[in-house]
């Protein structure tokens, strides 16, 4: 069965750092990119980049730029969304979730469970 | 960055209708481009529709996907009582992606 597996929920405090883990099976990890997708409480979905784990090469949503950190190991099919300093603010579901290939135009055709983000003092 | 606004933000209907829901780009997309996802409460969000009218694996006939250029619409044909959700629409350009800001559909 084709599936991501995503890391439990985290409690955090602000200024902590924070990596969350998206595990793939089922598949090949490195055909495949991954994304990340942000749902904040009661709110819609916001991209917040993705990578191709067969180079690590990744791209960011203007709006995350600088404030999040996407990276892969393809030795254990998985992939990380790293903070290295959080806010209040970036507490939020968060998906991970594959993107189908070219012939299905990269929509997200497989999604993690969602993992559960929350930053209180 | 290319920004779409879904219409309505809430429709209210009865099982057995037809709903009808819209996905404005501000400019205009490849057709190849445009996915519409739904989303349960509580639950991770499905594709349903890819290239703005292919139904994804599994999905209904029911449900069906148009449009071209800056308008798309994802139709319902005959509601059933697990699609009262949230419907996003979702377009790919210049390496970025961009979610519609969703409607949910409501049993009336």
């Known amino acids: 069965e084709v599936q991501l597996v995503q890391s439990g929920a985290e409690v955090k405090k602000p200024g902590e750092s924070l990596r969350i883990s998206c595990k793939a099976s089922?598949?090949?990890?490195?055909?495949?990119?991954i994304s990340w997708v942000r749902q904040m409480p009661g709110k819609g979905l916001e991209w917040m980049g993705r990578?191709?784990?067969?180079?690590?090469?990744?791209n960011y949503s203007p709006s995350f730029q600088g404030h999040v950190t996407i990276s892969a190991d393809k030795s254990i099919s998985t992939a990380y969304l790293l903070w290295s300093s959080l806010k209040a603010s970036d507490t939020a579901m968060y998906y991970c979730?594959?993107?189908?290939?070219?012939?299905?135009?990269?929509?997200?055709?497989?999604w993690g469970q969602g993992t559960m983000v929350t930053v209180s003092s | 960055e290319i920004v779409l606004t879904q219409s309505p933000g809430t429709l209210s209907l009865s099982p057995g209708e037809r709903a009808t829901l819209s996905c404005r780009a501000s400019?205009?997309?490849?057709?190849?481009?445009l996915a519409w996802y739904q989303q349960n409460l509580g639950q991770a969000p499905r594709l349903l529709i890819y290239?703005?009218?292919s139904r994804a694996t599994g999905i209904p006939d029911r449900f069906s996907g148009s449009g071209s250029g800056t308008d798309f619409t994802l139709t319902i044909s005959r509601l059933e009582p697990e699609d009262f959700a949230v419907y996003y629409c979702?377009?790919?350009?210049?390496?970025?992606?961009?979610f519609g800001q969703g409607t949910k559909v409501e049993i009336k």
């Open positions: 979702q377009q790919y350009g210049s390496s970025l992606w961009t």
């Open positions: 089922g598949y090949s990890f490195t055909s495949y990119w």
């Open positions: 979730a594959r993107h189908a290939g070219y012939s299905y135009s990269y929509a997200l055709d497989i």
């Open positions: 990578i191709d784990p067969s180079d690590s090469y990744t």
């Open positions: 400019q205009s997309l490849s057709s190849s481009y």
């Open positions: 290239g703005a009218s």
